[in-house]
């Protein structure tokens, strides 16, 4: 673990997780292996097992993605940019339509935000059948 290539770590533990005991032991290792970087462990109470991708608009689920973007990706200020959220809390991905900007010239960071949303835009609409 000392040979860790990042700088930071951000854990993610969710309260009755049933591998919550396993994210902690991973974040305590961490810590004492002597890398040089930062660890953050984030528990969200009341919470169990994928609980962000079962219900993906819950306020808990938010905020561990605020704390994914800013803690670890530092993507922040481009995922504000990068899309906007509607009355209804579905992203629609607008800078390229709203800048009329060709996709080779975003940079990569903004690429991968507006990817990452396609993704799990497409992965929310097969599995429950919603239109986002």
């Known amino acids: 673990m000392r040979g860790l290539a990042c700088r930071r770590a951000l854990v993610c533990l969710a309260e009755t997780d049933v591998v919550r005991d396993r994210g902690r032991a ?7 292996s002597g890398w040089a970087g930062e660890v953050e462990l984030l528990e969200v109470a009341g919470q ?3 609980f962000h991708l079962v219900d993906f608009t819950c ?22 940019k990068a899309v906007s959220e509607d009355r ?12 009329q900007q060709p ?4 940079p990569t960071s903004e690429l991968v935000v507006i990817a990452s949303w396609y993704i799990w835009l497409q992965l929310r609409q097969s599995a429950k059948g919603e239109t986002i």
């Open 26 to 32: 991973y974040c305590d290792g961490l810590k004492a």
């Open 48 to 50: 169990g097992h994928c």
């Open 59 to 80: 306020d808990d689920a938010v905020r561990q993605d605020d704390a994914i973007a800013r803690s670890v990706l530092g993507l922040t200020e481009v995922i504000k």
């Open 88 to 99: 209804s809390r579905s992203i629609t991905v607008d800078i390229p339509v709203r800048q």
């Open 103 to 106: 996709l080779d010239d975003l």
